[in-house]
């Protein structure tokens, strides 16, 4: 079992920066791939970017690659997710995510979910 809870989100000027986090709970973290997703009103939850278990694998949306950077630290037990030159089309509800397993992008295939920390981003 894995708890996890995202903080950081807020409200932000178009190319500005967020640094969301996610601090997990549970002794076998180190073993989870984790992820991040998104979700605006109306809208599917979609994919932004994951991570492998030992972080030597990512991935990234393309709507996010360049400007987004996911890092995890097994001994801190958190995720990262770093966001540079925001744009109003990055508003969402961000969630972390976390699936035993390789690194994927569908939400169905992760588990173990956040609360959702909000993102708004002023043009």
């Known amino acids: 079992q894995v708890q996890l809870v995202e903080s950081g989100g807020g409200l932000v000027q178009a190319g500005g920066s967020l640094r969301l986090s996610c601090a997990a709970s549970?002794?076998?973290?180190?073993?989870?791939?984790m992820g991040w997703f998104r979700q605006a009103p109306g809208k599917e939850r979609e994919f932004v970017t994951s991570?492998?278990?030992?972080?030597?694998?990512?991935y990234y949306a393309n709507s996010v690659k360049g400007r987004f950077t996911i890092s995890k630290d097994n001994a801190k037990n958190t995720i990262w997710l770093q966001m540079n030159s925001l744009k109003p089309e990055d508003t969402a509800v961000y969630y972390c995510?976390?699936?035993?397993?390789?690194?994927?992008?569908?939400?169905?295939?992760?588990?173990?979910w956040g609360q959702g920390t909000q993102v708004t981003v002023s043009s």
């Open positions: 991570t492998s278990w030992n972080g030597g694998s990512t």
């Open positions: 549970g002794r076998t973290f180190s073993s989870y791939t």
């Open positions: 995510a976390a699936r035993y397993g390789p690194a994927t992008q569908a939400p169905s295939q992760y588990a173990y």
